[in-house]
Nanobody, 123 residues
Framework: QVQLVESGGGSVQPGGTLRLSCTAS?????MAWFRQAPGKEREGVAI???????TYADSVKGRFTISRDGPKNTLYLQMNSLQPEDTAMYYC????????????????????WGQGTQVTVSS
C-alpha cells in the first residue's frame, strides 16, 4: 500500500496562485492530480511519469505545472491564473508502472489515492 497526503489547498481570488503538494510513502512510477467539483465527475488535471513525461488537461495547459521531487516522493502542482471554474477537491493519485511505459489517463486505473485538498477560487 502507498499512502498519499496532500496539502496546499485554500481559497484565493481569481487570478491567484496556489501550490499543492502530495507526499507518498513509497515510490510509484506514475503520479497525478485529479479534481472533482460538486455534481461533476472526477477529471484528470495533470499526470507525471518518473521519467518526466507529463500530460495536462486542455483546461489547465499554460496555467498549471506538475513536477516531482523524486528523492522525497513528493508531487507538486503549481497553479497560476486560477479561475472560479478551477474550484474543486483536488486529489493526488499514484500507480505502479514500468520505466518507459505510459501512465494511465483514467482515474479508474490509479490504485492509490489521497484524501483530497479543497481549492476554492472566488471573488
Amino acid at each position: 500500500q502507498v499512502q498519499l497526503v496532500e496539502s496546499g489547498g485554500g481559497s484565493v481570488q481569481p487570478g491567484g496562485t496556489l501550490r499543492l503538494s502530495c507526499t507518498a510513502s513509497a515510490y510509484t512510477y506514475c503520479m497525478a492530480w485529479f479534481r472533482q467539483a460538486p455534481g461533476k465527475e472526477r477529471e484528470g488535471v495533470a499526470i507525471h511519469s518518473n521519467d518526466d513525461r507529463t500530460t495536462y488537461a486542455d483546461s489547465v495547459k499554460g496555467r498549471f505545472t506538475i513536477s516531482r521531487d523524486g528523492p522525497k516522493n513528493t508531487l507538486y502542482l503549481q497553479m497560476n491564473s486560477l479561475q472560479p471554474e478551477d474550484t474543486a477537491m483536488y486529489y493526488c493519485a499514484a500507480q505502479y508502472g514500468v520505466i518507459g511505459s505510459s501512465c494511465p489517463q483514467s482515474s479508474r486505473r490509479f490504485g492509490f489515492w489521497g484524501q483530497g485538498t479543497q481549492v476554492t477560487v472566488s471573488s
